[in-house]
């Protein structure tokens, strides 16, 4: 049998263990990426069935952290040409940043519609924001608004860009 202080050390090592394994898949993924090799397989794809592998994922990180999670997605969209793996990846890493900078009893929102034409996919949250001068810095592998040691906020700093080339890929 574990004592308290072992089974602590045990959680904070499990902790450090997915953090390190996420880092190492985030690092694979824009290895690839910024070598070129961003294959994108377009597919006439249904935006429902996106939503539905993501919300289970984006519902819990936001339970985890008591934000609330609300989904919007227009009846009778057309189908959209996306790949089906990296558009919910990017989905979830762009979710995963909203729920990062917003308090508890906030709200963080997918939702999809039709504008202009085209179909609009959207995240809208209620967090902290960013400066208007800081938001072509966010894009930049490996670099946090707030690089300082002592920052709040963990991550790598390679979510966004990568997010921002299978947007672009889109």
Request: net charge negative; glycine share 8%; with cysteine.
């Amino acid at each position: 049998p574990l004592n308290s202080q072992q089974l602590d050390a045990i959680r904070v090592m499990e902790k450090a263990d997915i953090r390190l394994g996420g880092l190492i898949e985030d690092l694979i993924q824009f290895s690839a990426y910024s070598q070129g090799s961003l294959d994108m397989r377009l597919i006439d794809t249904n935006l429902a069935d996106i939503f539905y592998e993501v919300s289970p994922k984006a519902s819990k990180k936001c339970e985890e952290k008591e934000i609330i999670y609300q989904e919007r997605i227009s009846q009778n969209l057309p189908l959209v040409s996306a790949d089906p793996q990296k558009l919910p990846w990017a989905l979830l890493h762009l979710i995963d940043n909203a729920v990062k900078f917003t308090e508890s009893g906030g709200r963080v929102q997918l939702g999809a519609s039709m504008e202009r034409g085209f179909v609009k996919i959207y995240i809208l949250d209620t967090g902290i924001g960013i400066s208007k001068e800081h938001i072509s810095e966010i894009f930049e592998p490996f670099h946090q608004v707030d690089g300082s040691s002592t920052r709040r906020y963990g991550g790598t700093g390679l979510g966004l860009a990568m997010s921002q080339q299978i947007i672009t890929g889109h």
